[in-house]
C-alpha cells in the first residue's frame, strides 16, 4: 500500500516560535493531501486541503496565516505552525488521496509540543 | 457531510469476534461507508469501504443494511493488536476526498 512519511516525528518548541512539519508522499504522486490536528482523546479534525501548485483550502474556524501550508511538489507539503502557542500543541497528521482510488492513506503523526 | 452514530467503547476477547455497529440513518445514496481504525500514537489506517453490498478483505467484513441506515465492521478473530479506534465515516463519491471523522469506538481487546 501507498507510504507517507513525516517529519519530524515529534517536536517541542519554545512560545512564539515557528516550527515545520514534513509531510512525503513516497510511492506515488499526490496532488491533494490533508492535514488533520488532534488533541489528547479526542477525534482528528480536518485542518486543510492541500493542493499542488494552488492555495490551501482551510477548514472554518483554522486560522490560514497561523497555520501555513506549502504544497511546492507533488510528493511534499509542509505545514508551518506560525508563533506557536501551548495550545497550538497536538497531534499533526497528514493523508494523501492517491488518483483512482477511494482510499485515503495517512502519514504516522508530528507530536508537537509547545512549552 | 452525513453524520454516523458509534458507541463510545466497546470491549471484546481474544480470538472472539467483534461486531462494531454504526448508524447513519441520513446517508444519501451516493455516500460510501469507509471504516478507519487508529492505533494509539499512530495515524488512522483504512479497514475497509462499501456502498451497498456487504464485502470482505483480509482485515474485516462489512455488512451494509439493506436500507444502508445502519453498517457493521465485523473482526472475526480480535486480537490484541486490533484494539484501537474504529472509525466509520461516510464519504461522497468522487467529491475530494475529504474525510469528516466522528468520535468513533474505542475497542479494547482482552487477552
Known amino acids: 500500500g501507498a507510504v507517507v512519511s513525516q517529519h519530524p516525528s515529534w517536536v517541542i518548541c519554545k512560545s512564539g516560535t515557528s516550527v515545520k512539519i514534513e509531510c512525503r508522499s513516497l510511492?506515488?504522486?499526490?496532488?491533494?493531501m490533508f492535514w488533520y490536528r488532534q488533541f489528547p482523546k479526542q477525534s482528528l479534525m480536518l485542518m486543510a486541503t492541500?493542493?499542488?501548485?494552488?492555495?490551501?483550502?482551510?477548514e472554518q474556524g483554522v486560522e490560514k496565516d497561523k497555520f501555513l501550508i506549502n504544497h511546492a511538489s507533488l510528493t511534499l507539503s509542509t505545514l508551518t505552525v506560525t508563533s506557536a502557542h501551548p495550545e497550538d500543541s497536538s497531534f499533526y497528521i497528514c493523508?494523501?488521496?492517491?488518483?483512482?482510488?477511494?482510499?485515503?492513506?495517512f502519514g504516522p503523526g508530528t507530536r508537537l509540543t509547545v512549552l | 457531510d452525513a453524520k454516523t452514530t458509534q458507541p463510545n467503547s466497546m470491549e471484546s476477547n481474544e480470538e472472539e469476534p467483534v461486531h462494531l455497529p454504526c448508524n447513519h440513518s441520513?446517508?444519501?445514496?451516493?455516500?460510501?461507508i469507509h471504516w478507519y481504525r487508529q492505533l494509539p500514537s499512530q495515524g488512522p489506517e483504512y479497514v475497509i469501504h462499501g456502498l451497498t453490498s456487504n464485502v470482505n478483505n483480509r482485515m474485516a467484513s462489512l455488512a451494509i443494511a439493506e436500507d444502508r441506515k445502519s453498517s457493521t465492521l465485523i473482526l472475526h478473530r480480535a486480537t490484541l493488536r486490533d484494539a484501537a479506534v474504529y472509525y466509520c465515516?461516510?464519504?461522497?463519491?468522487?467529491?475530494?476526498?475529504?474525510?469528516?471523522f466522528g468520535q468513533g469506538t474505542e475497542l479494547s481487546v482482552k487477552p
Open positions: 493523508s494523501v488521496f492517491p488518483p483512482s482510488t477511494d482510499t485515503q492513506y
Open positions: 465515516i461516510l464519504r461522497e463519491y468522487n467529491q475530494g476526498g475529504k474525510l469528516i
Open positions: 510511492d506515488f504522486q499526490a496532488t491533494t
Open positions: 492541500s493542493n499542488e501548485g494552488s492555495k490551501a483550502t482551510y
Open positions: 441520513t446517508i444519501s445514496g451516493t455516500d460510501y
